[in-house]
């Protein structure tokens, strides 16, 4: 496996008639990254993993300093999952100047949920995913279904702009109580990790309400919302919606393929859920 810090290595490293499998991260990594490049292995010949903490998806007030960066023990793991390259880039090397050129995510999908609670992140995270699609020029791109909403927006800006990518979405690794693996879990004091399983048990519960027949969703979110925050949380929102396009369902519609999301801070810590059903 090599590593790569530089624009001019990374183009050396990926000449050739390679299909190139692509993997972005923070870094920090656990067994739900491993697992995109377990499966990215299975899409191309050459595998490459980012790792970038991206300043332009962070609000000042969120935790940008002091997100984890672990190259060293990420780069083991990667190794170990069978990544190829890793490129690692500094700031200055992927925002030379101020990055004047942004990528906007579509109102009614960019700016819900997720980008209602964090304005400003889905123009960061398009950003950031255009400018590393540039660099690696992947044939394949490998997210989390953990991070729904950014699988989707990163899905509907390849289309929009006539990306020759495959973007892949792999299923949500989880802890054995339940709990989706996130770098931000280790944030969580152990008290408040035993109690994070709450954030998906709620969404499961919303599911049950909604297939065993309830229709008034406003009043079961409501449900969901006050009994998440009795337990010491504060919510953002815990809310069931179409799958095709994040919208809520409407009423009658039957049997569409629908999700329920959630995001909620339990201390300091936010973390984001979901449950397709
Ligand atoms: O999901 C993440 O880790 C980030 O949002 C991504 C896609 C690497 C962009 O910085």
């Given at each position: 496996m090599m590593l790569v810090r530089t624009l001019v290595d990374l183009r050396q490293a990926i000449s050739g008639n390679q299909r190139r499998a692509?993997?972005?991260?923070?870094?920090?990594?656990h067994e739900g990254h491993l697992n995109l490049v377990r499966e990215a292995r299975a899409h191309g010949d050459c595998v490459i993993a980012s790792i970038f903490v991206n300043r332009l998806q962070f609000a000042p007030h969120e935790d940008f300093d002091?997100?984890?960066?672990?190259?060293?023990?990420?780069?083991?793991?990667?190794?170990?999952?069978?990544?190829?390259?890793?490129?690692?880039?500094?700031?200055?090397?992927?925002?030379?100047?101020?990055?004047?050129?942004?990528?906007?995510?579509?109102?009614g999908l960019g700016d819900v949920l997720e980008g209602e609670f964090r304005p400003g992140f889905f123009t960061g995270v398009c950003t950031i995913v255009m400018k590393l699609f540039q660099c690696v020029q992947p044939?394949?791109?490998?997210?989390?279904?953990?991070?729904?909403?950014?699988?989707?927006?990163?899905?509907n800006m390849v289309r929009q702009f006539n990306m020759p990518i495959d973007v892949v979405g792999i299923e949500t690794e989880r802890a054995e109580d339940g709990l989706a693996l996130s770098s931000r879990n280790g944030y969580l004091s152990a008290e408040e990790r035993a109690e994070a399983v709450?954030?998906?048990?709620?969404?499961?519960?919303?599911?049950?309400?909604?297939?065993?027949g309830a229709t008034d969703l406003a009043?079961?979110?409501?449900?969901?919302?006050?009994?998440?925050?009795?337990?010491?949380?504060?919510?953002?929102?815990l809310t069931v919606r179409r799958r095709s396009d994040l919208?809520?369902?409407?009423?009658?519609?039957?049997?569409?393929?629908l999700v329920a999301l959630g995001a909620a801070r339990l201390g300091t810590t936010r973390l984001i859920d979901n449950i397709e059903f």
């Open positions: 692509f993997v972005p991260t923070m870094g920090n990594l002091s997100y984890p960066r672990t190259l060293d023990r990420d780069c083991k793991q990667l190794l170990a999952a069978g990544c190829d390259i890793v490129f690692a880039p500094s700031e200055q090397e992927l925002y030379p100047e101020p990055q004047g050129y942004v990528v906007q995510a579509p109102a044939q394949v791109a490998v997210f989390g279904k953990k991070d729904y909403q950014q699988l989707m927006v990163v899905r709450q954030l998906s048990l709620a969404l499961r519960r919303l599911i049950e309400a909604v297939k065993g009043a079961l979110e409501a449900d969901a919302l006050a009994s998440l925050a009795a337990r010491g949380w504060q919510p953002d929102y919208a809520l369902p409407p009423a009658g519609e039957a049997g569409a393929p």
